[in-house]
């Protein structure tokens, strides 16, 4: 069986950081300036190197920001390989979270690629990520809610350079509505599995939790089609 616990927190990751991007609404667009600053926040808040292609936000009907290949390098130790690569990312609110508490619409996001890695002596390169993402929300409970999460065309890659084993998952499908911190939301889940010669098509149904306080990432009660 595929071990979820790494494809749960780079999604969960990939969300924050998505969630995250609201604040270049300020930035301005179509500038290599504004793509610099987007670029460098983005480096600050996850600790690691990070470019954006493009930025484009808008105002209309609602506040909106669109991202083109955004890509976060990997840690020290884990190579030249990128960490997280999303080819398109838009990130849609409500006129009222510019002022209040960080609600989000809908967080689109496609051709994305995670690479989680461990090394030799069992450390990951995603722990790292996902702590500095947590420390986005400031003190106190995450208070932040995402009213649909919709994922298409994605990828993830995993390698233990312990074993020397790896997979792949392929065209990863992802939908998720009312997701919210320490909270069960509704979770559908389509993806290939490659390993080796072999590809496996799979969809899974069940309810996402994440709660960022606690560090707990999970996929409960999953329906398993194959």
Known sequence: MLPTKPLVRILAAIAILALAAVAVLWLGARTAFARRAAGDWIAGATGLPAT?????????????????????????????????????????????????????DTIAIGDAVARPMLAADGADNWSGLIS????????????????????????????????????????????????????????ELRMAAVAGPNTFHFSLNGRGFVNPDAGHYAANGLSFRG
């Open 52 to 104: 954006i292609g493009s930025l484009r936000i808008g105002f209309l009907p609602r506040p909106f920001v669109d991202v083109a290949q955004l890509a976060i390098a990997q840690p020290p130790r884990f190579g030249d390989s990128r960490l997280l690569e999303a080819g398109e990312l838009r990130v849609t609110v409500p006129w009222g979270s510019l002022f209040g508490a960080p609600v989000v």
């Open 132 to 187: 500095r993402l947590a420390e986005l929300g400031g003190e106190g409970e995450a208070a932040w809610s995402i009213g649909k999460l919709e994922f298409e065309r994605g990828a993830l890659e995993f390698h233990d350079l312990a074993t020397g084993s790896q997979w792949r998952l392929t065209a990863i499908t992802i939908a998720a509505e009312n997701i919210a911190p320490a909270a069960e939301f509704p979770l």
